[in-house]
């Protein structure tokens, strides 16, 4: 059964970088059936999709955050990452993970991880 | 604000059937498909409906989408308590390069 974890700091400052990690487990990363994306979602709001990796290295963002977000992806590890500069409170949120599934639920994020909570304070 | 619109609130006593809207527009809902996500408290998210109207494996036959045009529905029918969750909308939308974009959730209370 395929599992999600993320994994990080829980507190970064203001001004710095928002570093995760999702560890696939029970399955292969690398699979052509699927993307691998990040969702946030802010204390006591709605989730925000950041954005998706192929296995390949293929990515797409949110627009409204195109400018501060890397993903990549090491299959090596079964792992994917996500890097976002220069956070500011605004960026406080439980961040997931996600598998994307592109053929059997036709794009749908089918499995998710448990969520990791990131806090920006000083 | 959200780029597909949920009504903050909805409630139904066991039993009941009760619907859910999610409203987009021609970039969003009304040229891709719509999927639905069941959020129990403290949890994560869980896909709930799939391609406007399918169901994952062993999600119960109660919930059912549909879509017409630039709007979906989620109902759920034989309303029990364990449905009490947050209920989200999503769907690709064609505008600026491409994006996923969520409704704002729907609190559900199973009073």
């Known amino acids: 059964q395929l599992q999600l974890q993320e994994s990080g700091p829980g507190l970064v400052k203001p001004s710095e970088t928002l570093s995760l990690t999702c560890t696939v487990s029970g399955g292969s990363i690398s699979s052509s059936s699927y993307y691998w994306g990040w969702i946030r979602q802010p204390p006591g709001k709605g989730l925000e999709w950041i954005g998706s990796i192929y296995y390949s290295g293929s990515t797409y963002y949110n627009p409204s955050l195109k400018s501060r977000v890397t993903i990549s992806v090491d299959t090596s590890k079964n792992q994917f990452s996500l890097k976002l500069s220069s956070v500011t409170a605004a960026d406080t949120a439980v961040y997931y993970c996600?598998?994307?599934?592109?053929?059997?639920?036709?794009?749908?994020?089918?499995?998710w991880g448990q969520g990791t909570m990131v806090t920006v304070s000083s | 604000q959200s780029v597909l619109t949920q009504p903050p609130s909805a409630s139904g006593t066991p039993g009941q059937r009760v619907t859910i809207s999610c409203s987009g527009s021609s970039s969003n809902i009304g040229s891709n498909t719509v999927n639905w996500y069941q959020q129990l408290p403290g949890t994560a998210p869980k896909l709930l409906i799939y391609?406007?109207?399918q169901r994952p494996s062993g999600v119960p036959d109660r919930f059912s989408g549909s879509k017409s045009g630039t709007s979906a529905s989620l109902a759920i029918s034989g309303l029990q308590s364990e449905d009490e969750a947050d209920y989200y909308c999503?769907?690709?939308?064609?505008?600026?390069?491409?994006?996923?974009?969520f409704g704002g959730g729907t609190k559900l209370t199973v009073l």
């Open positions: 999503a769907a690709w939308d064609d505008s600026l390069n491409g994006s996923w974009v």
């Open positions: 996600a598998r994307l599934d592109i053929v059997a639920t036709n794009d749908a994020f089918d499995i």
């Open positions: 391609s406007n109207n």
